[in-house]
Nanobody, 121 residues
C-alpha cells in the first residue's frame, strides 16, 4: 500500500520559513516524479513544484518561484519543500504527490493527506 506522509507544517509569521517533508512508502521511490500542491480555503487545489526522479528537472509555479525549493533524497524516500519569504497568501493545506509516468503536475498517481501551513501577517 502506497503512503505519502507530509510533515513540517505549522504557523509562521510573514517573511518566515518552513520546511515540509513527505515520506513515501510502498513504492519504488526513485522511479517516481514527486511534487507539491496546495489548496487554500474556498479555492481549488493548485500546483506548486515538482522534481523528476533523477533530480534533473525542477519546475515551479510562478507564484512560488524564487521563494520555494523542492528537493529529494532517494535514500530516505523523502521529498522536501523549503519555503522562504512566506506570505499570507501562501496559507493552505500542502499536499505531496507522486507520478510514475508523465508529469506529476498533470497526472499524479498518489496523494498524501496534507499538512496545514498558516502564514500570519
Amino acid at each position: 500500500q502506497v503512503q505519502l506522509v507530509e510533515s513540517g507544517g505549522g504557523l509562521v509569521q510573514a517573511g518566515g520559513s518552513l520546511r515540509l517533508s513527505c515520506a513515501a512508502s510502498g513504492l519504488t521511490f526513485s522511479w517516481y516524479g514527486m511534487g507539491w500542491f496546495r489548496q487554500a480555503p474556498g479555492k481549488e487545489r493548485e500546483f506548486v513544484a515538482q522534481i523528476s526522479w533523477s533530480d534533473e528537472s525542477l519546475y515551479y509555479a510562478d507564484y512560488v518561484k524564487g521563494r520555494y525549493t523542492i528537493s529529494r533524497d532517494n535514500a530516505k524516500n523523502t521529498v522536501y519543500l523549503q519555503m522562504n519569504s512566506l506570505k499570507s497568501e501562501d496559507t493552505a493545506v500542502y499536499y505531496c504527490a507522486a507520478a510514475r509516468f508523465g508529469s506529476v503536475s498533470i497526472a499524479p498517481n498518489y496523494w498524501g493527506q496534507g499538512t496545514q501551513v498558516t502564514v500570519s501577517s
